[in-house]
């Protein structure tokens, strides 16, 4: 038996007036999905729990059956076990986003916050940003004074770890969550490490903000990564391991470090795809022959990410979120489940949305999500579809841990 889990980050949504009341999951085109679905176990799962942060650093620790309210210390130091960032006592690590800020002339904490990712920076245009603003020397000393080092990374998640900090009693803020707003609100606050933040930022600010890649990005019509905004803070982590836990030998394929990092901290084996970006662009077909060849070889278990319904909700595309999901449908799901039914053996596939992802507000939501659980050796005969609503109707699982025993009939 092999067992595969695709997760389509954010795309579960609330109805959406453009659609005519629809959810994305309802209104997109997703005839191979809901062929699945028909024979499949259809069900809704609280994958974020109350009183944490609803996120992918919570729903996707909780789908690979690592509870949150245990082992969550904060998302960033998930996504710095990525790279190998050993995070020593009294280290903190902080995701430090690449921004875009409103171009105008108003004081810092009275901007708005037009983009959670510089844009959609580019990585290499986002490398040189990050690695000029450490070395500029008014930003390089006020960071050598908060013990500040950046681990950049070739996208807008960049990794900030500072010795020696306090941040009891801090207030840090996801920027996807508040995009189109004005920042004063949000700026960090709470303690006296806040203000040593706060003045990081607010001279990346005025560093970055007439940089030649900034300028280039302007003079072709996109948003300067003007900015960089400090949140997901935390100490060290460690996770139970996969296979103890469950007896399955995984793998994990995915663009963003933080399934990166959740894999390793839990055992699980890390597949990089050429080409998959974490944005709509990826490279899905990589990903799908990844898998495949995983599970060909001595992998009993695969699990499939995938970004982009997600960063298309935060970007306000909507219709970027109803391609991403139609893709899931004919690039991943379809050729995945065709291949593997070629293949003749047993096999058992959960999809999953991480967390809900709002059109409305562009950020994300802790209530329950769909869940699917299809198995190649029978017809459940349920008849139901992929969506919000049917979810509703099926099983209902109040811890997303439950999801990997149910998918494992454990």
Known sequence: MKYVLVIGDGMADNPVSELGGKTPLEYADTSGIDALARKSLIGSVKTCPEGLPPGSDTGILSILGADP?????GRSPLEAAATGIKLKSGDVSYRCNMIALEDSDLPFSEKKILSHSGGSVEGEQSLELIKD?????????????????????????????????????IKLHPPHDHLGEVIGAYLPSGC??????????????????????????RAESKLPANG?????????VELESFYEKFGK????????????????????????????????DTNLEGKVNACIDALDSDYDFAAVHVEAPDECTHNGDLKGKLQSIEWLDSRVLTPLTKALDERAFDYRLLFVSDHKTLTSTRGHDGDPVPFMIY????????????????????PYLEKGTDLMPKLFEL
């Open 69 to 73: 309210n245990v082992c969550y210390t």
């Open 375 to 394: 198995d190649s050796r029978y017809d459940t005969g349920a008849g139901l579809l992929y969506t919000e609503i049917d979810g509703q109707k099926g």
């Open 133 to 169: 603003l450490f070395a500029h020397p008014d930003f390089s000393a006020l960071a050598e004074k908060a013990h500040m080092t950046v681990y950049p990374a070739p996208s807008f998640r960049h990794i900030a770890v500072q010795g020696s900090a306090d941040i009891k009693g």
């Open 192 to 217: 006296e490490n806040a203000a040593v933040l706060l003045s990081l930022m607010e001279l990346a600010h005025k560093v970055l903000d007439k940089h030649p890649i900034n300028e280039k990005r």
């Open 249 to 280: 030998k995984g793998a994990v394929i995915s663009a963003v470090p933080l399934c990166h990092g959740i894999a390793n901290l839990s055992g699980l084996d890390v597949i990089m795809v050429d080409g998959a970006t974490g944005e709509i």
């Open 228 to 236: 960089i905004w400090f949140w997901a803070e935390g100490t060290g």
